[in-house]
T-cell receptor, first 113, second 112 residues
Framework: ETGVTQSPTHLIKTRGQQVTLRCSSQ?????VSWYQQALGQGPQFIFQ???????GRGNFPPRFSGLQFPNYSSELNVNALELDDSALYLC????????????FGPGTRLTVT | QKEVEQNSGPLSVPEGAIASLNCTYS??????FFWYRQYSGKSPELIMS????GDKEDGRFTAQLNKASQYVSLLIRDSQPSDSATYLC????????????FGKGTKLSVIP
């Protein structure tokens, strides 16, 4: 069974740029959630995708957007990067229909300078 | 605003002792509760889930849930230095919210 994978591992961007992060869900999981984890904080929910539709969104501005593909992989796009966007971005996949037992990928460390 | 509160620690226990980690949550309608372990520089790893009142044991780990008190805890028996990590409490409120709400985590240090 393949676990959740994310790419890239690390990324350095300049303020104002755009970034795309990628996630492949665990085998058999069709629900993908994205979280942002700032240093010393718990993960904060960005949004969730189920059957290629956004299935809930946290308190993040519209410049955070996403996609889910037919193979259940997902992308997180962030436009107009700000310094405060520097964080660990985590993708989690779960079994059909809800938030039960979410399994995280290794994360993407984004640094905005 | 749904909140999950944890003592940030650090919590230091000697090797072989019982570590007790606590978590309270604000949404009385919460349905599912999870404990994640996060080593420094790594992503969270799910170690326990609990859905009904009482205790749930898995190896050296015991999760305890008291919905009336809105309280969930994690006990780690025979603590090992490899248990040193940050432990995150997460709550799923259900009812279409779709998200996990996390506490800030408790840093555990097991002293050899």
């Amino acid at each position: 069974e393949t676990g959740v994978t994310q790419s890239p591992t690390h990324l350095i961007k300049t303020r104002g740029q755009q970034v795309t992060l990628r996630c492949s869900s665990q085998s058999g999981h069709n629900t993908v959630s994205w979280y942002q984890q700032a240093l010393g904080q718990g993960p904060q929910f960005i949004f969730q995708y189920y059957r290629e539709e956004e299935n809930g969104r946290g308190n993040f501005p519209p410049r955070f957007s996403g996609l889910q593909f037919p193979n259940y992989s997902s992308e997180l796009n962030v436009n107009a990067l700000e310094l405060d966007d520097s964080a660990l971005y985590l993708c989690a996949s779960s079994t059909p229909g809800g938030a039960y037992e979410q399994y995280f990928g290794p994360g993407t460390r984004l640094t905005v300078t | 605003q749904k909140e999950v509160e944890q003592n940030s620690g650090p919590l230091s226990v000697p090797e072989g002792a019982i570590a007790s980690l606590n978590c309270t949550y604000s949404d009385r309608g919460s349905q599912s509760f999870f404990w994640y372990r996060q080593y420094s520089g790594k992503s969270p790893e799910l170690i326990m889930s609990i859905y009904s009142n009482g205790d749930k044991e898995d190896g050296r780990f015991t999760a305890q849930l008291n919905k009336a008190s809105q309280y969930v805890s994690l006990l780690i028996r025979d603590s090992q230095p490899s248990d040193s990590a940050t432990y995150l409490c997460a709550v799923y409120s259900g009812a279409g919210s779709y998200q996990l709400t996390f506490g800030k985590g408790t840093k555990l240090s097991v002293i050899p």
